[in-house]
């Protein structure tokens, strides 16, 4: 119930590829979805988030298509670029509460050749 | 840009003994956690702190774990008595009143 499935593991693009990397949850009781992108040696940092009540966020070359019915949502990233070679992970968790303990996904690791 | 920092970056200690990581969260920030990631593996939930008390704590984190806010401004993670099992990288995050969790560098433990 409190798992958090995420594909692939990993993932090899070319530049100005679109990279989509899938998750799918189990608790409905979730209603926060973070991104969060990992480099080599470092913590993850938020990329982007989405809320239920909404089937699409876009920030910049980062998309997140959220589908409630399927308990499922996913990552896209536009015109990638070697820059964004990392791995991503896909969370989940329940707001508002006073742990709001993240629940993550195994990790993709992406790879945008030049 | 405010962050979280931690220390130490590296620590390396026998089996059987105490360590003690440190954190320093974003200032004003209510809600405090503690992950691990054990080398090639997903990120996992230890611990949450918020009040002054543990809120919620996983199955790993059991009696050899404790945690600390000693000072109002640092946050601990103790574990009493490591074990072969406890290497990773220890994250500490922490939170204001909006929904993100902002992440530190982590501290990777490596127990001999």
């Known amino acids: 119930q409190q798992q958090v499935k995420q594909s692939p593991q990993s993932l090899i693009v070319q530049k100005g590829g679109i990279p989509i990397i899938n998750c799918a949850y189990e608790?409905?009781?979730?209603?926060?979805f973070p991104w969060y992108q990992q480099f080599p040696g470092k913590g993850p940092a938020l990329l982007i988030a989405?809320?239920?009540?909404?089937s699409e966020k876009k920030e910049g070359r980062f998309t997140i298509s959220f589908n409630k019915s399927a308990k499922q949502f996913s990552l896209h990233i536009m015109d990638s670029q070697p820059g964004d070679s990392a791995t991503y992970f896909c969370?989940?968790?329940?707001?508002?509460?006073?742990?709001?303990?993240?629940?993550f996904g195994q990790g993709t690791t992406l790879q945008v050749k030049p | 840009e405010p962050e979280v920092t931690q220390t130490p970056s590296h620590q390396v200690t026998q089996m059987g003994q105490e360590v003690i990581l440190r954190c320093v969260p974003i200032?004003?920030?209510?809600?405090f956690y503690w992950y691990r990631q054990i080398l090639g593996q997903k990120v996992e939930f230890l611990v949450s702190f918020y009040n002054n008390e543990i809120s919620e704590k996983s199955e790993i984190f059991d009696d050899q774990f404790s945690v600390e806010r000693p000072d109002g401004s640092n946050f601990t993670l103790k574990i009493r008595s490591t074990k072969l099992e406890d290497s990773a990288m220890y994250f500490c995050a922490s939170k204001g009143g909006q929904e993100t969790q902002y992440f530190g560098p982590g501290t990777r433990l490596l127990v001999l």
């Open positions: 200032s004003n920030h209510l809600y």
């Open positions: 608790n409905t009781a979730f209603d926060y």
């Open positions: 969370a989940a968790s329940k707001l508002p509460s006073n742990t709001g303990k993240l629940i």
């Open positions: 989405i809320r239920p009540d909404v």
